[in-house]
């Protein structure tokens, strides 16, 4: 499927998934196997995205010490690779030594790696002016809900709802996003094809029999949570420890929708 397609696909509340076939030359993936993972936070700059699953999938590694924290994988569509963020703890989540990200190439498949699935419709649209009152059966009912957000530098950010309130006395909604942490390169193409160059060189450098290896980065990281309304305002996770909120450009609030 075309990038564009996708990208379209996901902005009308697609939810993403990627299929991967694991490379059984490498002695950790034999034997050969099939393997999925559901993308639920998606950046989206232009033509361009990174996705990632949730950050609790466990990161293990030989005894004494078989587990070493939780980790998120992650994909995009500016090249065949992975990047991996493995989180140590939960108790310093503001520490840069809490957080490692590695780049890998992507095993190969023998189709598209990317699938959508149609699973939630548009309810809320700010550009449309929308009544927030709308939200309000979906509150009740729990329906789960996710959103697409336009901020000020043009950046789509889907994330899904951890807490979503409306409040009848002033008839707007509030809604709190799931707690992410990526790499800040995933929020610009050219920096990321920046950290895709110097990944291959890297890579080319490096014995035959070691460039299956993932490549450790030191890279800044952005902490992703969001407090929005409808009312046009969002405070960010660095707003939170300031106080402070900005404007939104675009909101786009999803319900799942019953199989």
């Keep these: 499927m075309p990038d564009k397609k996708i990208i379209q696909k996901l902005l009308n509340g697609a939810s993403l998934g990627t299929f991967m076939i694991s490379d059984p030359t490498i002695s950790s993936n034999s034997p050969e196997h099939w393997a999925s993972y559901d993308l639920p ?11 990632k699953t949730r950050c609790d999938i466990l990161a293990v590694s030989p005894a004494p010490h078989p587990v070493v924290g939780l980790k998120s994988i992650c994909c995009t569509n500016l090249g065949d690779i992975i990047c991996t963020i493995t989180m140590s703890s939960h108790k310093e989540i503001l520490s840069p030594k809490n957080y490692k990200f590695e780049l890998k190439s992507r095993p ?26 709308i939200i309000k059966e979906y509150i009740e009912s729990a329906v789960k809900l996710k959103i697409a957000m336009l901020d000020v530098e043009e950046i789509w950010n889907i994330h899904p709802v951890d807490l979503p309130c409306y409040f009848p006395d002033s008839g707007q909604f509030w809604f709190k ?13 050219t920096e990321t094809q920046k950290v895709i160059n110097e990944y291959e060189r890297l890579i080319k450098v490096r014995p035959e029999n070691n460039r299956s ?10 902490q992703s949570f969001y407090s929005i309304s409808s009312d046009g305002k969002v405070s960010t996770f660095y ?21």
Excluded at 177 to 189: A, E, H, M, N, S
Excluded at 213 to 222: G, K, S
Excluded at 239 to 259: G, H, I, P, W
């Design 239 to 259: 707003d939170s420890a300031r106080n402070s909120s900005q404007e939104y450009r675009r909101l786009k609030v999803f319900a799942e929708m019953s199989s």
């Design 41 to 51: 936070h998606v950046i989206i700059n232009g033509n361009c995205f990174w996705a």
């Design 108 to 133: 190969p498949t023998q189709d598209d790696p990317y699938k959508t699935r149609n699973d939630h419709r548009l309810i809320w649209d700010s550009e449309r002016r929308d009544n927030p009152e």
């Design 213 to 222: 290896d993932p490549l450790t980065l030191d890279v800044n990281y952005f």
């Design 177 to 189: 996003t799931c707690y992410d942490v990526y790499p800040q390169f995933f929020r610009y193409p």
